[in-house]
C-alpha cells in the first residue's frame, strides 16, 4: 500500500514537472524579472547600459502621472460598458436559449462562434465594418438615413466602437455560462411557482436569478480580468488612438515597454495592474462566498 | 372543498399511451391514494389534474368545472413534490411568502396564514431558515406548508415521502393524515408504496400500465383484491398464488388437495384452472392428523421481532408463512399447516380474475 503510494506519488511528479516547469519559464520567472525591473532603470535601446536601483522612482512616476491615471479611468470605462452590456445581453440571450425548443442546441452553437474567434481577427472585422468611407456598418446607416458615423476616427466613438467589438465577441459566454446554470435547476420549484401562479416575469427575477447568481458573479469576474487586460482588439482597431482616447492599461504597458523602451516603467506599471487585479479577486470572493451563504 | 371528477382520460406520448382511459371519482374532502409499480401512470395522471401535463383525450372536471385548458394556477390546487421543490435561496417564512404572492393579501393577512400554517406545522422555530439549513421531514413540511397557506381547494401529493428514511417517512405519514382529519382537504397522493396507501387512503386506486386495475377502501383491495396483480401487489410479504384445478367440489393442487370454501362453491365450475390465494398470515402452524392439515418442511426462516416468515414447502409447492415469532420452528424442520379456508382467494388461472361473486 505504501508502496503504491510511493509509486503513485512518483509519476505525479512526472506529469506536473512539465506543467511546473511551462508555468515557470512563462509565468512565475518572467514576473519576478518584472519584478526586478520595475525598480531600475532600464532603456532597451541601450542594452549596454548598467540598470541602476531607481527605488520606487518608477511607481512614483507612473501614479503621479495624469497619463496613466487617464489610461486607467479609459480601462474601467470599458470595463463597466462591456460587462454591464454584456450581463444584461448575455442573461437575456441565455434564458432564451435556456428553453428546451427543438434546434436550440444548434442555435447556441450557432451564437458561440464570435467567442471561437481570435481575438485580432475580430478585430480585423470590426475595422472594416467600421471602416469610414467603406464599412458595411455605415452603409446600413445610410440606408435608414442616418448620417456616418466615424467611428474608430473619433475621440468620442472610439471606445465605443472597441465596447461593441468586445461585447460582440463575449456575449456569447455570459449566454453560454447563463443557459448552463439554468439547465442545472431542478424543474420542481418552477412546477411549484406555475400552479402558485406566480408570472413568469416573477419566476425569473425571485427564483431564477438568485439561484444562478454565484454563476453570474463569476462570469462576471472573469469578464472583468479579460476586460481589464483588454488588448488585442484595441491594437487593431485604434492603437490606443485617436490621441490617447483608446489608452487602456495593457496599451499603456505597452507603449512604455516597447515603442519607448522604458522597461522599467512598463513593469512597474504591470504590477500596478497586478494589484489591481487581486484586489478585483479579493472582492470577487467576498461577493460569491456573501452569495453562496444565502443559499 | 372541491371533488374531482376524472373521464376517460388519456395520455399519449406519440406512440406511447402513458395513461389508459382513467375514470375515477374523488369525492370533495376525500383522500385518494394513486398506487402502482413505477411507469403505472399515476404521476403522470396527478400531473394532468395539476394542469403540468396536457391531457391527450377526456375530461377533467375540479370543482365541478371542466379544467382540461384552465392553468396550473387556475384550478385552486396546491403540490407537493417528491423533492420538495422548496425555493433553496429563500427562508421558510420567504417560501410561504412567494406561493401567497400572487393572492395579493395585505401584510397582516399573509402573517396571519403564514404564523397559522407554522403553528400547525410545527414549523415556527424554523422560518428564518433556508431549506438547506433543514432535515428532510422538515423540508417535505415547509412544501405543505407552502401548499397550505394558499388554503387550496384540492391537495396533491407526489410521492411526498419517497425521499425521507423509513423512521421519518413513519412520522410524516402521520402527519399527513392528522393533517388531512384536520383540515378536510380533497386529496389526491401518488406513491408505490402501499402502506402509505392503506394507512392514508379512504381509496386506492392501483393502477399498472396506464390502467385503473381495482378501485377501493383499503380493506376492500387487501380482503377482495380483483386479480392477482392486486392481490400480490397489495400485502407483504406477497400473497402465495397456488396452481389448482376445481374438481368435486375441491381444489386439487399438485400435491395437496383443499375443499372448495363455501363462497365460491355454487358459481365456480368443475375443471377450471385456478389459483388459490393465501395470504402468508392465513397459514398457521398445526397439529397432525386432523382433515386439511399438510405437511410442510421449512427450507428458511426470517426472524422479523414480533412475527417471523417461514419458507416452506408443502409437496413441491414454495408458500411464504407469516407466524407469530415466538412459535417459529427450527430450520429443516418438518411441521404441519393449516389455512384460514375463509380467507382463501381464487383467481382464474387464465385471466387472473377473482373468481369471488361473479
Known amino acids: 500500500m505504501a508502496y503504491g503510494r510511493t509509486r503513485n506519488r512518483k509519476i505525479f511528479l512526472i506529469f506536473l514537472v512539465p506543467a511546473i516547469a511551462v508555468l515557470f519559464l512563462t509565468t512565475i520567472y518572467p514576473m519576478i524579472y518584472a519584478g526586478y525591473l520595475s525598480f531600475r532603470s532600464y532603456d532597451l535601446a541601450k542594452p549596454f547600459v548598467p540598470r541602476v536601483f531607481v527605488g520606487w522612482a518608477n511607481y512614483r512616476e507612473i501614479l503621479t502621472s495624469s497619463e496613466f491615471m487617464h489610461t486607467l479611468i479609459v480601462t474601467f470605462k470599458l470595463m463597466v460598458i462591456t460587462l454591464s452590456v454584456q450581463l444584461v445581453l448575455g442573461v437575456g440571450i441565455g434564458v432564451l436559449t435556456a428553453q428546451r425548443l427543438p434546434g436550440m442546441a444548434l442555435v447556441r452553437t450557432l451564437l458561440l462562434i464570435p467567442m471561437m474567434i481570435s481575438p485580432v481577427i475580430v478585430g480585423l472585422i470590426w475595422l472594416f465594418l467600421y471602416f469610414p468611407e467603406l464599412g458595411y456598418l455605415n452603409y446600413f446607416l445610410s440606408l435608414v438615413s442616418i ?22 465577441q463575449w456575449t456569447p459566454f455570459v449566454m453560454m455560462g447563463t443557459a448552463a446554470a439554468i439547465h442545472s435547476l431542478s424543474p420542481e420549484p418552477y412546477e411549484a411557482a406555475m400552479i402558485d401562479g406566480n408570472s413568469r416575469w416573477q419566476i425569473f427575477w425571485h427564483v431564477t436569478i438568485p439561484q444562478i447568481k454565484p454563476v453570474l458573479i463569476s462570469l462576471m469576474f472573469l469578464r472583468a480580468i479579460d476586460a481589464f487586460k483588454l488588448y488585442d482588439i484595441i491594437f487593431v482597431l485604434t492603437k490606443g488612438g485617436p490621441g490617447d482616447a483608446t489608452e487602456v492599461l495593457s496599451m499603456f504597458i505597452y507603449r512604455q515597454s516597447f515603442t519607448f523602451w522604458r522597461m522599467g516603467v512598463g ?9 489591481i487585479v487581486v484586489v478585483l479577486i479579493t472582492f470577487f470572493f467576498k461577493s460569491l462566498n456573501r452569495s453562496q451563504e444565502r443559499i | 372543498m372541491s371533488a374531482i371528477i376524472l373521464r376517460n382520460l388519456v395520455k399519449r406520448y406519440e406512440a406511447d399511451m402513458a395513461v389508459h382511459d382513467i375514470n375515477l371519482n374523488v369525492e370533495a374532502g376525500e383522500f385518494v391514494v394513486l398506487l402502482g409499480p413505477s411507469g403505472c401512470g399515476k404521476t403522470t395522471t396527478l400531473r394532468m389534474v395539476a394542469g403540468l401535463e396536457d391531457v391527450s383525450e377526456g375530461e377533467i372536471y375540479i370543482g365541478g368545472e371542466l379544467a382540461n385548458d384552465l392553468a396550473p394556477k387556475d384550478r385552486g390546487i396546491a403540490m407537493v413534490f417528491q423533492n420538495y421543490a422548496l425555493y433553496p435561496h429563500m427562508t421558510v417564512r420567504q417560501n410561504m411568502e412567494f406561493a401567497l404572492r400572487p393572492l395579493r393579501l395585505d401584510r397582516a393577512e399573509v402573517n396571519r396564514r403564514i404564523t397559522e400554517t407554522a403553528e400547525i406545522l410545527g414549523l415556527d422555530e424554523y422560518l428564518a431558515r433556508r431549506p438547506s439549513q433543514l432535515s428532510g421531514g422538515q423540508r417535505q413540511r415547509v412544501a405543505m406548508g407552502r401548499a397550505m397557506v394558499r388554503t387550496p381547494e384540492v391537495f396533491l401529493f407526489d410521492e411526498p415521502l419517497s425521499n425521507l428514511d423509513a423512521k421519518l417517512r413513519t412520522k410524516v405519514r402521520w402527519e399527513i393524515g392528522y393533517l388531512h382529519r384536520r383540515l378536510g382537504m380533497t386529496t389526491l397522493y401518488v406513491t408505490h408504496d402501499q402502506t402509505e396507501a392503506m394507512t392514508l387512503a379512504d381509496k386506492i386506486v392501483i393502477m399498472r400500465q396506464g390502467r385503473i386495475e381495482q378501485v377501493g377502501t383499503p380493506e376492500e383491495v387487501f380482503v377482495r383484491p380483483r386479480n392477482t396483480f392486486v392481490a400480490t401487489f ?10 389448482a384445478v376445481s374438481a368435486d367440489a375441491n381444489l386439487h393442487a399438485k400435491d395437496f ?3 372448495m370454501p363455501q363462497k365460491f362453491r355454487n358459481h365456480v365450475p368443475e375443471g377450471l384452472e ?6 402468508p398470515s392465513n397459514i398457521n402452524l398445526a397439529d397432525s392428523g386432523p382433515a386439511n392439515v399438510f405437511a410442510a418442511s421449512v427450507r428458511g426462516i426470517e426472524y422479523l421481532g414480533t412475527d417471523a416468515l417461514l419458507d416452506l414447502r408443502v409437496g413441491s409447492e414454495e408458500l411464504v ?8 420452528p427450527e430450520v429443516d424442520a418438518q411441521i404441519h399447516v393449516s389455512f384460514d379456508m375463509q380467507s382463501l382467494q381464487l383467481f382464474d388461472a387464465k385471466t387472473g380474475q377473482s373468481l369471488e361473486s361473479i
Do not use: K, Q
Open chain 1, 267 to 275: 513593469a512597474a506599471a504591470s504590477f500596478v495592474s497586478l494589484a
Open chain 2, 321 to 328: 408463512a407469516e407466524i407469530p415469532a415466538i412459535l417459529r
Open chain 2, 234 to 243: 397489495i400485502g407483504t410479504p406477497a400473497m402465495n398464488l397456488v396452481p
Open chain 1, 147 to 168: 448620417s456616418a458615423v466615424p467611428w474608430i476616427t473619433s475621440t468620442t466613438w472610439a471606445i465605443w466602437a472597441i465596447a461593441i467589438a468586445d461585447i460582440w
Open chain 2, 274 to 279: 385456478v389459483l388459490i390465494g393465501i395470504r
Open chain 2, 257 to 259: 388437495s383443499l375443499p
